[in-house]
């Protein structure tokens, strides 16, 4: 009998058909992002920031009249399932337009079906220069996250300014350890020739012991290092990096990309930041000479998310939100191509200033806050201590 | 040619990842020598571990010891967890098939790490080291943290207390007679269910501690549990399974392996330990101290 | 009762599914598709699991390296889907011949995680061989096969691409379905059973156990290639996620949840499986939660999968027919 409850309830949820389209129907925004494993980290954060929006865009009357639907999918930091989540939002759910994904693997996979369905969509958070390099670049694509190259090259004009001359790298070794690596080595060649490049380095992602890493690089005696383990990854780098005086040998010199210095990675380490290590974060909400929009932003996701100091992953998302909605109010219409049209050349007035995104390679001109951490009475954690938005529009091609 | 204080830096880093590695393995030796099934859920127990340890450091605020209390607790609340699990649950699968079993422990694995994430949220966690042990000292040009130091000494001794329970007690005795012969044991009048129970326990137990120690020295995130038990699996399958020194000498091989690897071929540390996994059962079937498994 | 027996069910389902896109929801043949696929690879880790008593945790090793192996053929070296699926089948065939005979030479859960070994060092090959594998990004923009030709078929001649492709899948998966009922009722079929239910006994009659169990598992790889050449087209593209052990886990899952003693039911389970995750990621982010909470009370209700209990449920219903 119980068997039988058990069996029939299956069926029932079986046979449930996709939710019927109402009258007055909303612009639907499927939103595949890693909300599941490791990568839910930044994928949760981020989802939050394109929620933010859609609450605030509801709340105005949405646009063109019509409401924006939200409808985020796990894509489990796996391009496979990303482009399953994805297509499913396309074909199941008639999903206008596309705003999402993580890591270098899911962008370039949904682009793809992006381009096959003519879908408009949107990457806030990817940073392959392979998602919008000229042979895979297509009407539908854009990207509102700064790129590998814009990174690796920001990072190298800072590193220049520094008085080193033995430089070493460590990097994960899968397509985003190496790009940004490759990029910031070859700009930093160019711009200080007298550099030399004494030790690689290359655990493979999410490695989770980096003594004989450690080891290995410190023998090599660099004076500064450029690091890419990123997020929770440099947590436990820098926890096995410090008693081993790493950070001691190289002075200190350490300068991360992958947003090691972002307001969460600082307060997750808390007592145990190397601070004094240089890095990078897409937002900062204590950011002082920030543009007065960002002041008013922070205090509205710091509501909404309940927190003091707020993410600095909602702004990737809650800027590819805010790209999608001009676009659509510039189309008149939910039209992918006039929208894709539409946001060709499109300059936004963004919480960080005005952002364009280039027509010739649907690429935003999107900077970061690079930055020295150091502790500030204010705060229980560090801070990055001067902090500047370094600006790629020079170095982006 | 390296110099011999980084070739001992690293053998000295090998050493401190096998015995992490042993702490979490060994339970998981244990279980499948008795029980004869692969607890999937084991990594899961692991993960709990190192977040209970987070939560009681928490709730114990700055106290000095607040580290030891938070770890002891988080063991003994994994143990009593894995106990649960085992007496309403696990223990009417006992006669099902083995691959069952697997999914059984499989399905608790997607559970535990939901919960982990409704509980605690997808940010990253961070422990400090305990005070006293935050620091390194120099040894033959080697830095060797003190928490590194204190595990290599910990590992060790948890593995003899583990041996001379096994081998002088009752319980002990009993455990491995259940590894060879379940059927006899409960004909002579055994009370199996609750050897059962108490394997289990002991086994979470060593996981949850595990995690509680990994806590200090690794980020706590979601998705450790599936990282470490696949580690632990290679542990257990190279020594052999339900051996207990064999766990020992996988762990240590796998330290080694992982720490040498680097040096020779840099950037094939991702195949490395899938390698000699392949390897080892290759040439011997059984894992290295493992014995042939009853049809 | 004898009546219904006589019904050709298998060609009235295979007629039935052929019929998917006509219901005009480019949806339902996107389910459709996946569910025929995933349904081989399934039954061909069934050949292992049920039929031979084998568990492999690699079997994602065989349906990845065929993913590769067509979409590297046809989008690299631009060679038609004519050659490049039957390619899969024998890529994987032969590494499963290779990895199979180091495999068998183990038992039970050795055998497993060499299995699951193997099946790692393909993973990490592939996530690490930019040139060939497209590295960890994989291979996106796999081609369609050119089916301009289906477009002069009566009432297919409207259909989209992917409804063609459906078509193809379909008749691919049936035929391949069809090989494998034969393969499991065959002679040979019955050796495996015999080899599951007594490996010693078989020995004792002169079967030799671990020739045997090595062709199922070649078998079983070929096969489970065979699905992946088809999956890597339909997802548009093969990343090494296709090799990694979560996707292992997953038609272990499907396979079991289904029924391993019988022939479809881990067609059914995959059929169960994907809907299920289709409707419920719909309403919640908790799909994990949900699909181990289903997996227990299965297990605690239905220890012989959903076919068993539907089976034993028809059983019921007949008997008093009988009397």
Redesign the interface.
């Known amino acids: 009998m119980q068997r039988r409850t058990v069996l029939i309830a299956i069926l029932a949820l079986l046979l449930l058909v996709p939710p019927a389209a109402d009258a007055q129907k909303p612009i639907k925004v499927g939103f595949p992002m890693p909300l599941s494993g490791p990568a839910a980290l930044y994928g949760d954060p981020a989802l939050k920031g394109a929620q933010l929006f859609v609450e605030e865009i509801n709340a105005k009357g949405g646009v063109l009249g019509r409401k924006i639907e939200l409808l985020a999918r796990d894509s489990k930091a796996n391009a496979d399932e990303a482009v399953r989540v994805s297509r499913e939002l396309i074909l199941k759910e008639n999903v206008d337009f596309l705003v999402g994904t993580l890591t270098s693997a899911e962008g370039p996979a949904v682009s793809v079906v992006a381009k096959e369905n003519k879908v408009v969509f949107i990457a806030p958070i990817p940073k392959t220069d392979q998602l919008t390099a000229p042979d895979k670049l297509h009407p539908y694509i854009f990207r509102v996250a700064a790129t590998t190259t814009m990174e690796g090259r920001s990072i190298a004009e800072i590193v220049a300014k520094w008085n080193v001359k033995r430089i070493a790298t460590i990097s994960f070794d899968y397509a985003y350890g190496q790009d940004v690596t490759r990029a910031f080595v070859e700009h930093i060649k160019r711009i200080k020739p007298g550099v030399e490049i004494v030790d690689q380095q290359w655990p493979k992602l999410g490695e989770a012991d980096y003594t004989p890493f450690i080891n290995a690089q410190m023998a090599k005696k660099p004076d500064a290092v450029f690091s890419s383990i990123w997020g929770g990854h440099f947590l436990t780098f820098s926890k096995q990096a410090k008693p081993l005086g790493y950070f001691d040998a190289i002075k200190y010199n350490l300068i991360g990309a992958g947003e090691i210095a972002s307001p969460e990675a600082t307060k997750a380490m808390g007592a145990e930041y190397p601070v004094g290590v240089w890095g990078n974060s897409y937002d900062a909400f204590y950011w002082q000479d920030a543009p007065p929009a960002h002041r008013d932003y922070t205090a509205r996701l710091s509501k909404f998310l309940k927190d003091d100091a707020p993410s600095s992953w909602s702004i990737q998302t809650y800027m590819a939100m805010q790209f999608l909605v001009e676009a659509i109010k510039k189309a008149g219409s939910t039209d992918s191509d006039k929208v894709a049209k539409a946001l060709l050349g499109l300059t936004v007035d963004t919480p960080h200033g005005k952002l364009t995104i280039r027509a010739k390679d649907h690429q935003a001109n999107r900077g970061q806050l690079y930055g020295q951490t150091a502790r500030d009475p204010k705060y229980p954690f560090a801070i990055m201590k001067p902090m500047t938005y370094v600006d790629p529009t020079k170095f982006m091609d | 040619m ?2 011999l204080a ?1 070739l001992f ?2 053998s000295l ?2 050493l ?2 096998a015995m992490f590695l042993f702490l979490v393995a060994s339970g998981l030796s244990l279980i ?1 020598g008795v029980l004869g099934v ?1 607890n999937f859920a084991h990594g899961s127990f692991y993960m709990l571990g190192a977040y209970t340890t987070y939560q009681i450091v928490q709730w114990l605020g700055r106290d000095p010891g607040s580290f030891w209390w938070a770890a002891l607790g988080a063991a003994v609340s994994i143990a009593i967890l894995g106990g649960l699990i085992e007496r309403f ?1 696990f223990r ?2 006992y006669g ?1 098939d ?3 079993q ?3 422990t ?6 535990l ?3 982990a ?2 509980l605690w ?6 422990v ?2 305990p005070p006293g042990l ?3 000292f120099k040894l033959w040009g ?2 060797i ?4 130091l204190f595990v290599l000494l910990l590992g060790p001794t948890i593995a003899l207390l583990f041996w001379l329970l096994l081998t002088r007690t009752r319980n002990g005795r009993l455990i491995r007679a259940a590894a060879l012969d379940r059927e006899m044991l409960g004909a002579l009048g055994v009370n199996v269910d609750r050897l059962y129970t108490g394997v289990f326990v002991v086994g979470s137990f060593l996981a949850g501690l595990g995690g509680a120690l990994i806590a ?4 706590v ?4 549990d ?3 038990i ?2 632990a ?2 542990v257990v ?1 190279i020594g052999g ?1 339900g051996s207990f020194w064999g766990t020992m000498l996988g762990a240590l091989v796998y330290g080694q392996v ?3 690897g ?2 020779i071929f ?6 490395s330990v ?2 000699l ?2 390897v080892v ?2 040439l011997r ?3 290295l101290l493992g014995r ?2 009853k ?1 | 009762m004898s009546g219904l027996r006589r019904i050709p069910w298998a060609l009235v389902l295979v007629v039935a599914a052929l019929f998917v896109p006509a219901l005009g929801s480019r949806f339902y043949t996107f389910v459709a598709t996946d569910v025929a696929i995933l349904a081989l690879f399934a039954v061909s880790l069934n050949l292992l699991l049920g039929y031979t008593g084998l568990v492999s945790f690699g079997h994602a090793a065989y349906f990845g390296i065929g993913a590769y192996a067509t979409g590297i053929l046809m989008k690299k070296a631009g060679i038609p889907f004519l050659l490049a699926f039957p390619a899969a089948g024998v890529l994987a065939g032969l590494f499963a011949l290779v990895f199979g005979f180091f495999c068998v030479r183990l038992t039970k859960i050795y055998f497993a995680m060499l299995t699951l070994a193997f099946a790692q060092i393909v993973w990490a090959i592939c996530f690490k061989w930019n040139d060939v594998t497209g590295g960890e990004q994989g291979m996106p923009e796999i081609p369609y096969p050119d089916l301009a030709w289906m477009e002069r078929l009566p009432l297919a001649g409207q259909l989209r691409t992917s409804d063609h492709f459906y078509l193809l899948t379909v008749v691919l998966v049936a035929a391949c379905l069809w090989v494998l009922r034969r393969i499991v009722g065959s002679p040979f079929g019955r050796i495996l059973t015999t080899i599951r239910e007594n490996p010693e006994r078989a020995e004792f009659i002169g079967v030799n156990v671990r020739r045997f169990e090595l062709i199922a598992f070649v078998i079983a790889g070929a096969f489970a290639g065979l699905a992946g050449g088809l999956f890597g087209i339909f997802n548009r593209g093969v990343f090494p996620d296709f090799v990694y052990w979560s996707k292992s886990s997953e038609v272990l899952i499907m396979t079991i949840l289904g029924g391993i003693g019988y022939f479809y039911g881990p067609a059914v389970g995959a059929l169960v499986l994907l809907v299920l995750n289709q409707q419920i990621t719909s309403y919640t982010q908790y799909w994990p939660f949900i699909l181990g909470t289903i997996l227990i009370v299965l297990l605690f209700a239905f220890p012989s999968g959903i076919v068993g209990a539907l089976d034993a449920a028809a059983r019921r219903l007949a008997r008093p027919r009988r009397a």
């Open positions: 390296p110099d980084f830096g690293q880093s090998g401190t990842a499948f692969l649950l009417h699968l099902a083995v691959l069952y697997l999914l059984f499989y399905a608790l694995v997607l559970i790490s939901d919960a994430k409704v949220g997808t940010g990253q966690l961070s400090s080291r935050t620091g390194a080697t830095f943290p003190y928490y590194n200090p020295v690794k980020a995130v979601p998705g450790m599936v990282e470490i696949v580690e699996f290679i399958v399974l992982l720490a040498f680097i040096l840099p950037r094939f540390s991702i195949f899938f390698a996994m392949a059962l290759i079937p059984w894992g042939p498994l049809s």
